[in-house]
């Protein structure tokens, strides 16, 4: 599974689990760090992890188990590291305090359109 098709992969298990203002940034020609963030919303602190409960269950059952996770315990964010896809949940508050969104700005927008169910 390439970093896109896993990053794709994760924006469609966010979307599916009403995740809020999903968002994938490609970053590869701007920072070593990684290719691609997804970030998204939670609505609540128990939202954020069954969201990223979801991801990592998804993901393994392609084969795919995160190198490294963080934020469990903070409720209010939490990141899997794929390697290639880091993937960010948050709260509202806690995305609006990090900031990821501006922080990267100039990575690539990428369009998940299609990816998101029309609900």
Not at 1 to 19: G, H, I, N, Q, W
Not at 91 to 96: L, M
């Given at each position: 599974?390439?970093?896109?098709?896993?990053?794709?992969?994760?924006?469609?298990?966010?979307?599916?689990?009403?995740?809020?203002?999903?968002?994938?940034?490609?970053?590869?020609?701007?920072?070593?760090?990684?290719?691609?963030?997804?970030?998204?919303?939670?609505?609540?602190?128990?939202h954020v992890k069954s969201?990223?409960?979801?991801?990592?269950?998804?993901?393994?059952?392609?084969?795919?188990?995160?190198?490294?996770?963080?934020?469990?315990?903070?409720?209010?964010?939490?990141?899997?590291?794929?390697?290639?896809?880091?993937?960010?949940?948050?709260?509202?508050?806690?995305?609006?305090?990090?900031?990821?969104d501006h922080l990267w700005?100039?990575?690539?927008?990428?369009?998940?359109?299609?990816?998101?169910?029309?609900?």
């Amino acid at each position: 599974m390439t970093s896109k098709e896993l990053a794709c992969e994760a924006v469609r298990v966010l979307d599916k689990k009403k995740a809020a203002d999903i968002k994938m940034v490609g970053i590869k020609d701007i920072s070593v760090l990684t290719d691609y963030f997804v970030i998204a919303t939670g609505t609540s602190s128990t939202h954020v992890k069954s969201l990223a409960d979801e991801v990592e269950f998804a993901l393994k059952q392609e084969g795919v188990k995160p190198a490294h996770t963080e934020g469990y315990r903070s409720n209010s964010w939490v990141l899997l590291d794929y390697g290639g896809v880091i993937v960010h949940i948050f709260t509202e508050d806690a995305r609006a305090f990090y900031d990821l969104d501006h922080l990267w700005r100039d990575g690539e927008a990428i369009d998940i359109g299609n990816l998101l169910t029309s609900e």
